[in-house]
């Protein structure tokens, strides 16, 4: 499986993000993603399970984004979707899924229609869609569930992932993946068929189907033989059961293990729990700060920022005109008052009435003081520039101010997520030191369990030892009696066939699943190596149980 690229549309906090991968072009086989914590590194690996499988891992199974539900109405439903594409084999697939999500009148955000849809395009070009009952046979051809999350996890699972499957948290669940992905389970299913039971199986049957009244010591022989068969089985039903105890008692003792450190450790949760509501009170402090700077600026610009239109338009329009400099400084509409009263201008020349020299004079009075235009339209101006540059300040300030609170809404939310969802729950009212003597009370009492188990699992391989080795040699003197009877000669050729089958199945099954292991051991490793420079290995022994083998610091 190649991933070529992926879309979120309304996923959590991604609104609308893609990314293509690196495909091993000019030697760029590793897309690397990198961010804070909280800042959706883990939403964006959860948006490949949804994709693919239609689940998630999140507490809230909502995964429309928090501003799109706030903003929602009941009559306008709003979509969620995934778009996956990728080459498997020598075909390439788009994946996408859609869920539609509405809210009703009480406010309740609740997902509506869905949508699945698999595009396949051949080596040839030729491009189709998937029926919608092969579509879950398709995706787990190209990635089986139960091995995603061994495919599609962050740096800070690869340990814990390891100490699951270590532990046999997920063994049998990643086995069974494993073995059918690599073709061994129908492998199994023919063993099982064969020799899975003392009843059912082709070999049990045949061993039901001896004529015991020809001889009677065959029957006897049968007979012990069945029983030799059913306490076997009997026997290994109990040691399955007490492995599964075992494996379940290490598991709870290694949890509270865990536990035990981290109560061990109360002081310094109390201590960041103090750490972090000194960052809420001062994340709120700034944010009150932030909000209050934004007010008494849009307070001192209000005026300006409401008429801001208008002063454009008219400034725009003035500077076209180009009015300013047609007064005369320093004379006054008393001036030409004064000329006109007199009938005589400054230069002499007499100013007879309804001449054209009155008529020019007149025309003063439209633009010398207290008219005077050409200053007044200056002033404007000058006013127009500094009201548009002071604007764009408050703008500044307004959006520094608004990105600062929403750093701060951040810090709070992740400030109190920590403290309600890690701290509060270990030290609000407990008595740690109760819980420690619980804690290490259980892991003694485990530690019993485990050693007892273990002793009683011995000792059930002890008697089925001794009840294999009985049936060997019931099983000898059968075959001596069987021969003596033709029916119950054709039996014991039929079985001996089925037998011979059975190993041979057998020893193949043995060879393959060890060659596969080995094949997916290397094939891992290979992977890891590109991503981290080989510090990253694993190995799978027979149980498939992983070690994860981690750089050393």
Known sequence: ????????????????????????????????????????????????????YGITYFKDPVVLNKDVAANMTPSFPEDVFVELKLQHGNNKFRIKRIQQFEKDNSNNIRPKKSLFEIEKKDESGNTSYVDATKREHTINNILRKELARYFFFDGERIETMGKEISGYK???????????????????????????GTKNSVIGKYNQRYDVNSDSEVKKLTDEINDCNDKIEAYTDSMNEKDAAIRKAEELRDQKAEELKEYESSKALQERKEQLQKVIKRSLATKADAQKEICRAFNNQASSFFTLKLIKDAYDILVKLKISGSDIPSITDKTIQYLI??????????LPPESVELEYIKKWFDVLPPKSIGNMVNDFKMTARNRIGSL????????GKLA????????????????????DSKLNGIDVEEIVRTISSTIAECERCISRDNQEIRELSEKIGAEKAKKESAELRLKEHALKSKTNRKIEIYKAYAMRINQL????????EKEVRSRLVDNMNEIFSKINNGDLSVRINEKYQIDVKMPQS
């Open 1 to 52: 499986m190649l991933l070529e690229s992926i879309k979120l549309h309304n996923f959590r906090q991604y609104k609308e993000t893609s990314l293509d991968f690196a495909q091993d072009i000019q030697g760029k086989n590793v897309t690397i993603i990198i961010g804070e914590n909280g800042s959706g590194k883990t939403t964006f690996l959860q948006s490949f399970f949804w994709c693919l």
């Open 170 to 196: 997920k063994t049998e669940e990643f086995a069974e993946a494993v073995e059918g992905l690599l073709g061994l389970k129908g492998m199994q299913k023919a063993l099982e068929h064969l020799s899975g």
């Open 341 to 350: 009263d007199h009938g005589e201008c400054l230069c002499g020349r007499h």
């Open 392 to 399: 764009n300040d408050f703008i500044d300030v307004r959006d």
């Open 404 to 423: 600062r609170i929403s750093e701060c809404d951040e810090e709070i939310l992740n400030a109190e997520d920590e403290i309600q969802s890690t701290i």
């Open 505 to 512: 199945l057998s020893d193949k099954y043995a060879k393959s």
